[in-house]
């Protein structure tokens, strides 16, 4: 699928974008690696309306021609140690499987680091998985404690 004239818009969503985040439930084996994944199911109104309104919930969608096309979710995590008041956990991220390679991926990364310098946020945590590591290291990542991927912004 072509990129549209203007290519991609990039965004925060809230609690007011739950049916954004329902109607990515559905599909979002769509963005999974392994093309025989389930999608998650269903996502109660409710329920996604209480997760958007989670502060320490960060979500963005890349849309192009009306239809999600990447999302980053991510996590605030208050620190207990001295530094920076917070950290983020890279929960999840992907790519619409026909709108791979056209950097949107990079987008939502570079976003979610505009938040981070932001807000005084200086590090990112990710779980280590086997089809985006190469992703993450492209993205400035490097390997910290085992099957952690770790970058600091400064």
């Known amino acids: 699928m072509p990129v549209p004239p203007g290519g991609f818009a990039l965004r925060r969503i809230g609690p007011v974008d739950a049916a954004a985040l329902i109607a990515l439930a559905a599909t979002d084996n769509l963005f999974d690696e392994d093309p025989g994944t389930a999608p998650s199911g269903e996502f109660a109104p409710?329920?996604?309306r209480d997760?958007?309104?989670?502060p320490s919930v960060l979500f963005w969608?890349?849309?192009?021609?009306?239809?999600?096309?990447?999302?980053?979710?991510c996590c605030v995590q208050r620190r207990r140690t001295?530094?920076?008041w917070a950290e983020l956990l890279l929960m999840e991220m992907g790519t619409h499987a026909e709108w791979r390679r056209l950097g949107i991926g990079r987008a939502l990364v570079a976003e979610m680091e505009a938040w981070m310098t932001n807000n005084g946020v200086a590090e990112v945590w990710v779980p280590a998985n086997t089809y985006a590591v190469g992703f993450y290291r492209k993205c400035g990542f490097a390997k910290d404690e085992g099957e952690i991927l770790v970058k600091e912004l400064h």
Do not use: N, S
């Open 61 to 73: 969608l890349a849309e192009a021609g009306g239809q999600t096309v990447g999302f980053l979710h």
């Open 51 to 54: 997760f958007l309104a989670d």
């Open 46 to 48: 409710d329920g996604a």
């Open 82 to 84: 001295p530094g920076p």
